[in-house]
């Protein structure tokens, strides 16, 4: 796995802002050289421009990660410059908010395009170069949101899509680790980024649609009061690369979530116990 981060290449999705901004920031300072894809090429070329400060090669790549084509040409444009991709961050994300009843179909596909999609594209292009060569490693960014789908109300594509990736990162990692492969699924909670003016960049043929608010499940439990519930995207990512440098399968940044996924866990559970009272 990557215990030496200089002189390899990461490819980050979401890079021009918050978590994906970040990483691309904290590997160039482990000296990797670093693609950068979001859909915003004013924030791309903005975030590159940093990472170049930094004395290492950064290329900005305008690319919507919910379209196949456009991941595939990401891809040729970025080995033709780079070489191998040693690192894939899969990690662009947008969500709406508001009731169920109230998303359109367009809400669904916007959410579900970057959100599920987008992490299912990469894959589909950067994974099988990685297991071909036998090096590589994949981050994917989950959220807390899949370990407690109901502690936030008014927030479902985001949480559902979520929770796909949680299932996806997990079946790929044995089957990649024959690859020599390592997969790393990245569980942020609070964080401080732009992922709620992420319909500052929808596409046209997502049509506007929900407009509404998020709400905490009544009686629903509370988070550890000794751990901090609002991280930094530069601590995330801090916390991602020490995860990343022991290939670990899960990387949690928030350890006072703690309770909220003992809580949707136990009620899981408890539904084996009540199986078991079958004849």
């Known amino acids: 796995m990557l215990q030496d981060f200089a002189g390899k290449t990461a490819l980050i999705t979401g890079a021009a802002t918050g978590i994906g901004r970040a990483l691309g920031l904290a590997l160039a300072r482990r000296g990797m050289n670093i693609v950068l894809a979001s859909t915003n090429a ?55 908010a508001g009731p169920l009843l109230d998303h359109t179909e367009a809400d669904w596909d916007w959410v579900y395009g970057v959100v599920l999609h987008g992490v299912v594209n990469c894959i589909q292009v950067f994974y099988p170069a990685m297991a071909q060569r036998r090096s590589g490693q994949i981050l994917i960014t989950g959220s807390q949101t899949a370990l407690a789908p109901d502690w936030v109300l008014g927030h479902g594509p985001y949480v559902s899509a979520k929770s796909a990736l949680l299932g996806l990162a997990t079946a790929l990692r044995p089957e990649a680790a024959e690859h020599n492969v390592g997969v790393s699924l990245l569980i942020p909670a609070a964080t401080e980024t732009d992922i709620m003016l992420g319909a500052r960049s929808r596409p046209a043929r997502h049509a506007a649609g929900v407009t509404g608010t998020m709400s905490l499940r009544p009686n629903a439990p509370t988070p550890a009061p000794d751990a901090p519930f609002m991280l930094s995207s530069e601590e995330v990512a801090a916390r991602a690369l020490a995860g990343l ?31 078991a009272a079958y004849k």
Do not use: W
């Open 42 to 96: 004013h924030r791309l070329n903005a975030a590159a421009a940093e990472i170049r400060a930094l004395g290492v090669l950064a290329t900005p790549i305008v690319c919507d990660v919910a379209d196949r084509a456009a991941v595939r040409a990401l891809s040729d444009q970025a080995t033709e410059i780079h070489g191998a991709i040693d690192l894939l961050c899969a990690n662009a994300g947008v969500t709406t």
């Open 245 to 275: 440098q022991r290939n670990a399968e899960f990387i949690v940044t928030h350890a006072g979530m703690k309770p909220l996924a003992e809580d949707y866990c136990a009620r899981l559970l408890a539904a084996y116990d009540e199986a």
